[in-house]
T-cell receptor, first 112, second 108 residues
Framework: EPEVTQTPSHQVTQMGQEVILRCVPISNHLYFYWYRQILGQKVEFLVS????????KSEIFDDQFSVERPDGSNFTLKIRSTKLEDSAMYFCASYRGRETQYFGPGTRLLVL | GIQVEQSPPDLILQEGANSTLRCNFS?????LQWFHQNPWGQLINLFYIPSGTKQNGRLSATTVATERYSLLYISSSQTTDSGVYFC??????????FGAGTRLFVKA
C-alpha cells in the first residue's frame, strides 16, 4: 500500500538555526499538508498546498515558515530561524480529494 | 473559525467493553475524518465520513451532518485500541481542524 514518508525521523537543532523537513507524498495525490503536534496536545494545521501554491495557512505559519515542492516527489517545510517553541512533532499528509488524508510517520524536532 | 469538541477527554475501559466517542462541530463541514494516534505517535486514518454510517471490523462511525456531530463506536475493545482518537473536519477549504482528542486506555 502506498504511504507517505518523512525524513528525518528525529532532528535536534540549536535555537536560531534553519531546519528543513522533508516529505514524499503518495504519488497520485494532489493536496499536501503540514501539521504540528506539541507533546501531549492536539494536532494543529499549519499549511496546505495545491497546484504549486499555498491554499490555506494558519496563524502559526508566519514568515519563519515556508513550503516548497522542489520536484515532482518531495514536499518540504523550512523553518528559517528556529525557536524553542517550535519543538514538536511535524506531520506531512497527502490527499487525493474526497477521501481521507494519509499521514506520514512524523519528524520529531527538538530545539535547544 | 469552526470549533471541534470531543468527548469524553479520557476513557478507561476493561478489555471487551464497548464505547462511544463523540465529536461535535460548530459549523457545516465538507469532510470529517476519524484518526487513531497509537502510543508510538502514528496517525492512522480510521474513517472518512462526512455523512452517513460506515463500519470496519469492530469500529463503526456515524456522522449526522445536519445536527453537527459524529460518533465513533468501538466494540469488544482490545488493548491495542489504546491511544488517542481524533476527529478532524474541514469546511470546504483546505484547512483541517482537529479536536483535542479522546485518550483511551484499555486494561487487560
Amino acid at each position: 500500500e502506498p504511504e507517505v514518508t518523512q525524513t528525518p525521523s528525529h532532528q535536534v537543532t540549536q535555537m536560531g538555526q534553519e531546519v528543513i523537513l522533508r516529505c514524499v507524498p503518495i504519488s497520485n495525490h494532489l493536496y499536501f499538508y503540514w501539521y504540528r503536534q506539541i507533546l501531549g496536545q492536539k494536532v494543529e494545521f499549519l499549511v496546505s498546498f495545491y497546484n504549486n501554491e499555498i491554499s490555506e495557512k494558519s496563524e502559526i505559519f508566519d514568515d519563519q515558515f515556508s513550503v516548497e515542492r522542489p520536484d515532482g516527489s518531495n514536499f518540504t517545510l523550512k523553518i528559517r530561524s528556529t525557536k524553542l517553541e517550535d519543538s514538536a512533532m511535524y506531520f506531512c499528509a497527502s490527499y487525493r480529494g474526497r477521501e481521507t488524508q494519509y499521514f506520514g510517520p512524523g519528524t520529531r524536532l527538538l530545539v535547544l | 473559525g469552526i470549533q471541534v469538541e470531543q468527548s469524553p477527554p479520557d476513557l478507561i475501559l476493561q478489555e471487551g467493553a464497548n464505547s462511544t466517542l463523540r465529536c461535535n462541530f460548530s459549523d457545516s463541514v465538507n469532510n470529517l475524518q476519524w484518526f487513531h494516534q497509537n502510543p508510538w505517535g502514528q496517525l492512522i486514518n480510521l474513517f472518512y465520513i462526512p455523512s452517513g454510517t460506515k463500519q470496519n471490523g469492530r469500529l463503526s462511525a456515524t456522522t449526522v451532518a445536519t445536527e453537527r456531530y459524529s460518533l465513533l463506536y468501538i466494540s469488544s475493545s482490545q488493548t491495542t485500541d489504546s491511544g488517542v482518537y481524533f476527529c478532524a473536519v474541514d469546511t470546504g477549504g483546505f484547512k483541517t481542524i482537529f479536536g483535542a482528542g479522546t485518550r483511551l486506555f484499555v486494561k487487560a
